[in-house]
């Protein structure tokens, strides 16, 4: 079954194909995508892959994606979640977007800080790990803040536009949990 969340002002839900028009105005929007190593959404049935994707691999135990709604509306601001995901080796990769008409609003930080603790205390993780451009300021910000440990560059990681960005590789372990936030 699909873990719901809730936070202080969010509710963090499973994403159904009601959700893929909220979707597409993310992922059209080049401020979004500028930093996600795919072209910007042409068409609503972009939208609808990606959430039988995100469905797809939940149930294969690859990932999980939720989509981020405000409490008290049914606005979906974004998703988050994890990739990557490999419960033999107790690890998965954090990922999430939301639209600019909600940034600098603290949601981000809000459904991170969120997500990370399920996936210790859930999901058993060990190692959380993070890729983010080298220019995405908004992005290396918040992960530090949080307590994510920069490890290190990878070169000509990710694609966008048809050009190669470096990457900066981010790692928050279990251990480091403890007095990182309060929940």
């Keep these: 079954m699909f873990p719901n969340l809730e936070t202080e002002r969010l509710i963090l839900r499973e994403l159904t194909q009601d959700d893929a028009e909220s979707i597409f105005k993310c992922f059209s929007n080049e401020e979004v995508t500028r930093y996600y190593g795919q072209e910007p959404f042409l068409e609503i049935q972009q939208a609808e892959n990606l959430v039988k994707l995100f469905s797809k691999n939940f149930a294969g135990k690859r990932g ?10 049914n606005d979906m601001i974004g998703t988050i ?3 990557a995901w490999s419960p033999i080796y107790k690890r998965a990769e954090i990922g999430y977007e939301i639209h600019p008409d909600y940034w600098r609003k603290g949601y981000t930080l809000e459904a991170v800080t969120e997500i990370v603790s ?6 058993g993780l060990t190692r959380i790990g993070a890729v983010v451009f080298i220019e ?12 994510f440990q920069k490890e290190g560059i990878l070169r000509d990681y990710m694609y966008q536009n048809g050009q190669a960005h470096d990457t900066f590789v ?8 403890e007095g990182a936030f309060s929940r």
Excluded: C, P, V
């Design 118 to 123: 399920y996936g210790f205390e859930q999901m």
């Design 64 to 73: 999980i994606r939720w989509g981020i709604e405000r409490k008290g509306t």
């Design 170 to 177: 981010y790692s928050f372990l279990q251990r480091d949990m």
């Design 136 to 147: 995405n300021e908004a992005s290396n910000k918040l992960l530090t803040k949080i307590g």
């Design 81 to 83: 979640g994890f990739n």
